[in-house]
């Protein structure tokens, strides 16, 4: 009589086993059952128990349990006693835990045995249940048996709440080949005939041994030129061995990489976390002409080795070594995953080859097209870790990151040089630092004017007629140019593109767009512009230029008709003189200092219309430019000079200021 909780013990359970662990470890008792009697002659049986109720959509039973019968060796006092002690060292020499029947109860609510067995020249039969109290047998009885072959069957029923993900007997029968894989593999240990059928109908067997070493087996295992690699672990060296099959027709399955411990898959994880190569599955043409007809197919790779026999957790759901690579704790999952991908891809050969040859000319395509800042950074950068068909924004986000990572790297040998105060290692180290800083410039100067490219395309598409035969309002183009109701308080200094009107007003110090300069009803400029924020002593000098602009929509010229109130010209002169007669402040309250000769600039952007032209010859007297694209003007009285520019003028004096530098980029 055993004295265990076994319902705190079930409860406990919290290894990354799952529903099909205890499917697993009966079938491995099985064989393990069969090995012992050493007949050569093994069967093991699995019958799939139904829950009786179809699912609407797939009209399939759900899962309730399993039995799986042997001929082996049957539960003789020896077995049984073992059965009954917790962590029994029964079958330690092969692995044994003493543990993993009571996963069972983690999933099932019944666990019973029926077994037969010899008593020297007598067979005896024995069945009981697993308890779930303080038992762990429970209702034994043995009794002398009229058959003549010993063996066993364990019902595992009545499954709890989770449940059982797959339904078909063929996804049944293929993940659990796959979690024992290792033992229909054991060239030294011929495994037994494992067959799956349904409890209700015993012709659907379905021989799991099939699934390999037959004409067009479902696995097949690939020769490996070098199928073992060793790691250090303190001053101790661990040697592990991969085993790599193909997995044909493998539906929604992934190539991973499972980490086996006493012939059993413990973990798996996918491959492509290490090789993203391995993202999708595989294809194998048929022999013949027509490449069209072949299987798919995805790759496992099975990783031996006593390092993961001796780690091996109790629930065998995990190791006891860390996950990640960590220098203070030895060798780590990652570690040996890592490695056993390596293998696995030169496994593949040529298919990987040309999967990652692909993604590189993804990217140079992004970086040549979209991205042509980044092709200086794009050559130092190691891109293996992307997806295989990496989106537009993998690609960004990996440079950004390689970018910053190497500005923080330069930052700090910067730093680090600064606070030397050893001249040799200045003189050696600062002209590496400098080309760094060199490169980071250059690859944001790219990125820069390529952004020119694109804003100089969208102003040329706003100045055309729309689908409704329209042009653009002056408030659209306006926002190209820079945001409207915004000021340099609000605005990011890099928002804005008043290089389209003006190289220099990069360099003004106080904008305001379409915004009051005071009052909210009062007069407004499309844009003011003051080269020097006016609102710190010492900087507030009179001396400083203003610039205004006033935008007209592209062929709007009725602001040149006499009872036209909205008069570019004369709004120009009246924001000149009322910010000379001191009406208005800075957003910071201080008034705006000038003087008889503080210079202003105006200049009015609009279509000069034949109306247009005549305007300014006749009525406000302005003087054509040589290009005919523009005209000018010169009030001496108030120290304004006055321009009056197409958006065609504006257009190709940006592009003409900016050409070299598209050229120089191919992007002209």
């Known amino acids: 009589m055993s004295n265990v909780n076994v319902k705190r013990l079930v409860e406990n359970i919290r290894s990354g086993i799952n529903v099909y662990t205890p499917l697993v470890e009966l079938v491995v008792n099985a064989i393990q059952a069969i090995e012992e009697k050493g007949t050569g002659d093994g069967l093991v049986e699995i019958e799939v128990l139904r829950n009786g109720q179809p699912d609407i959509l797939d009209r399939l039973e759900g899962v309730d349990g399993f039995v799986v019968k042997d001929n082996g060796m049957g539960f003789t006092q020896n077995n049984r006693d073992a059965f009954d002690t917790l962590y029994t060292e029964r079958k330690i020499t092969d692995g044994g835990k003493g543990f993993g029947r009571f996963t069972c109860l983690k999933y099932f609510d019944r666990v019973s045995v029926t077994s037969t067995f010899t008593d020297g020249d007598n067979y005896r039969d024995r069945s009981f249940r697993m308890g779930l109290d303080t038992d762990i047998i429970v209702d034994e009885q043995v009794t002398d048996s009229q058959s003549q072959e010993t063996g066993s069957k364990v019902e595992i029923s009545g499954i709890k709440s989770v449940r059982f993900p797959d ?10 080949v796959s979690r024992l894989l290792p033992y ?48 250090t672990a303190g001053e101790e060296t661990k040697t592990f061995q991969v085993k790599v099959f193909k997995f044909y027709s493998p539906k929604a399955e992934k190539s991973k990489v499972s980490l086996v411990a006493h012939r059993r898959e413990v973990t798996d994880s996918a491959l492509q976390i290490y090789i993203p190569e391995f993202g999708e599955e595989f294809f194998e043409t048929e022999s013949g002409q027509d490449l069209t007809k072949g299987r798919n197919f995805i790759i496992k790779a099975y990783v031996f080795g006593d390092y993961l026999n001796d780690n091996v957790s109790l629930e065998r759901g995990e190791f006891r070594f860390q996950t990640d690579a960590d220098l203070l704790n030895g060798i780590s999952q990652t570690d040996i995953e ?12 040529s298919e990987i080859a040309e999967r990652k040859k692909r993604k590189e000319a993804r990217i140079a395509e992004y970086v040549e097209a979209d991205a042509p800042w980044h092709r200086i950074l794009a050559k130092e950068v190691d891109f293996s870790a992307l997806p295989m068909k990496p989106s537009n924004q993998d690609i ?18 910067v730093a680090a040089l600064l606070s030397s105060e050893n001249p040799d290692e200045l003189a050696e180290k600062i002209a590496q630092v400098i080309e760094n800083i060199s490169d ?30 329209k042009h653009q309002s002056e408030g659209e183009v306006h926002d190209i140019i820079m945001p409207r109701r915004k000021d340099s308080e609000g605005l990011n200094y890099d928002a804005h593109n008043l290089w389209i009107l003006d190289e220099r007003l990069n360099f003004t110090s106080y904008v305001s767009s379409d915004k009051p300069l005071e009052a909210a009803n009062s007069d407004r400029t499309d844009i003011t512009v003051y080269n020097r924020r006016v609102a710190f002593r010492g900087d507030n000098e009179a001396s400083n230029p203003i610039t205004i602009f006033e935008f007209k929509r592209p062929q709007r010229d009725d602001f040149a008709d006499p009872s036209s109130k909205e008069d570019p010209v004369q709004q120009i002169v009246r924001y000149v003189n009322q910010i000379r007669e001191g009406k208005f402040k800075t957003p910071t309250g201080r008034d705006i200092l000038v003087n008889g000769t503080t210079p202003f600039y105006g200049y ?16 406000q007297q302005f003087t054509p430019m040589p290009d005919g694209l523009g005209w000018f003007r010169w009030f001496g ?10 958006w065609t003028k504006l257009l190709r004096d940006a592009e003409m200021r900016n050409k070299i530098f598209f050229n120089k980029l191919g992007i002209d």
């Open 184 to 231: 229909f593999v054991d060239k030294e240990r011929k495994p037994p005939r494992v067959i799956i059928r349904e409890a209700n109908n015993p012709a659907s067997n379905v021989a799991l041994n099939d699934y390999l070493g037959k004409e067009n087996s479902q696995i097949v295992e690939m020769q490996v030129e070098q199928p073992t690699f060793s790691l």
């Open 604 to 619: 009015v952007v609009c279509d000069l219309t034949a109306k247009v032209k005549r305007w300014l010859e006749f009525e």
């Open 167 to 176: 339904k078909g007997l063929e996804i049944i029968s293929r993940v659990v």
């Open 396 to 413: 960004e986000l990996h440079l950004q990151k390689k970018k910053y990572e190497k500005e923080v790297a330069t930052r700090t040998q």
């Open 637 to 646: 009285n108030i120290s304004l000079y006055m321009e009056v520019i197409s």
């Open 338 to 349: 890592q490695r056993a991908a390596e293998i696995a891809q030169v496994a593949v050969g």
């Open 440 to 469: 980071s410039s250059k690859n944001d100067l790219i990125h820069y004017v390529s952004m020119r490219r694109c804003v100089i395309d969208l102003f040329s598409k706003s100045l055309e007629i729309g689908a409704d035969g």
